[in-house]
Each structure stands twice: as structure tokens, then as C-alpha cells.
Nanobody, 124 residues
Framework: QVQLVESGGGLVQAGGSLRLSCAAS????????MGWYRQAPGKQRELVAV???????NYGDSVKGRFTISRDNAKNTVTLQMHSLKPEDTAVYYCNAETIYRSDYNNFIPFDAWGQGTLVTVSS
């Protein structure tokens, strides 16, 4: 299958910056969308940003102009650069990838992969 490993979360003061990274590994045939979602305590998971293999991006309204998503197709990685962080950005951030992987039987199987989550805490 496909595994996603995130890194880069932590504690930052309001107005600061953080960079999240996510690397996909496994028997990957292709990856269409890669992106980031977040879930704050007591709230539903929400879209932060997604990017296609062609570089088209889409952002959640609350992060537009502050966050930038980028991707390295050769390395199967996606990065989220976050600036001007606010306390309301505090959440667990999850990496997501819409993939197709090659099975042991040489079948091509769609697989929606999720990372384990990384905590971002923004103090006021």
C-alpha cells in the first residue's frame, strides 16, 4: 500500500511561521491530489490546501494568502508553508494523498492515504 509520514509540527507564537512536510512511500504507481487537512478539538476535519500533480492548488478560505502548498512529484512529497499563524490555526494537521499503487499481484489499486497527523499549536 502507501504510507504517509508527516513532519514539522510544533509550538509557535501568533504571527510566526511553520513548515509541514509529508513524504509518501510504498508501491506507488501514481499520485493525483496531495494535500493537508486539519482538525481542531471539537471540530470537524477541514480542508487546508490541496495540489494536483500538475500544480493546480486550492485553499481553504481561512488560510488563503497565508499558507502555500507545494509538491515535488519526483520525490512524492508535499509541503505546507504557513505564515502569519493565528491561534485559530491550532489543530492536528493531516497529510492526504489520492494514490494508485501496484499490488503484489500487479494490480493497480486506488488508495486514499492519510498520515498519522502532526500537532500545530499557535499561542497568543
Amino acid at each position: 500500500q502507501v504510507q504517509l509520514v508527516e513532519s514539522g509540527g510544533g509550538l509557535v507564537q501568533a504571527g510566526g511561521s511553520l513548515r509541514l512536510s509529508c513524504a509518501a512511500s510504498g508501491s506507488i504507481f501514481s499520485i493525483n491530489f496531495m494535500g493537508w487537512y486539519r482538525q481542531a478539538p471539537g471540530k470537524q476535519r477541514e480542508l487546508v490546501a490541496v495540489i494536483t500533480s500538475g500544480g493546480n492548488t486550492n485553499y481553504g478560505d481561512s488560510v488563503k494568502g497565508r499558507f502555500t502548498i507545494s509538491r515535488d512529484n519526483a520525490k512524492n512529497t508535499v509541503t505546507l508553508q504557513m505564515h502569519s499563524l493565528k491561534p485559530e490555526d491550532t489543530a492536528v494537521y493531516y497529510c492526504n494523498a489520492e494514490t494508485i499503487y501496484r499490488s503484489d499481484y500487479n494490480n493497480f489499486i486506488p488508495f486514499d492515504a492519510w498520515g498519522q497527523g502532526t500537532l500545530v499549536t499557535v499561542s497568543s
